[in-house]
């Protein structure tokens, strides 16, 4: 089975997908759709485990690692709730885009009369997006 689509945006005229099967009695779009599901879980799961570490069992109990594995867990979905609230869509990305878009800022912090300041350099490129994701997380927080 073989999927082509096309956007008039591509430089590449044709994305192919093809999906090898032994599941011949359900439709076509019903296998595209399931196997594009499993794939995306397959990303979820690489994301977790690079993004967040959540294969370290290196401690030597049981629970200790059920426990990183929860908190683990809790931090991804926090993630991908910050992500839905906050980052557009089209700039949607994995944690370690992310952590390398928002948090890799050369810069200082200032305290004056009780605030904190945040002085990011002049050349930051994503200066005006980082400064707009702040302004909504304020204003969410007031």
Request: aromatic residues 12%.
């Amino acid at each position: 089975m073989v999927c082509s689509t096309h956007t008039a945006e591509e430089l590449v005229p044709w994305n192919h997908a093809f999906v090898v099967t032994s599941l011949a009695s359900e439709a076509p779009e019903t296998l595209f759709k399931t196997y594009r599901q499993r794939g995306n879980a397959e990303n979820q799961i690489k994301e977790l485990k690079c993004g967040f570490g959540f294969d370290k069992t290196d401690s030597s109990t049981f629970a200790r690692n059920t426990a990183r594995a929860l908190i683990t867990g809790i931090a991804y979905n926090l993630v991908q709730l910050f992500k839905q609230l906050f980052v557009s869509e089209d700039r949607r990305s994995t944690i370690s885009s992310l952590r390398f878009s928002l948090f890799h800022i050369a810069g200082r912090i200032t305290w004056h009369a009780r605030r904190v300041v945040i002085h990011l350099a002049s050349n930051y490129v994503y200066k005006n997006w980082f400064s707009r994701l702040m302004d909504e997380v304020h204003q969410l927080a007031t």
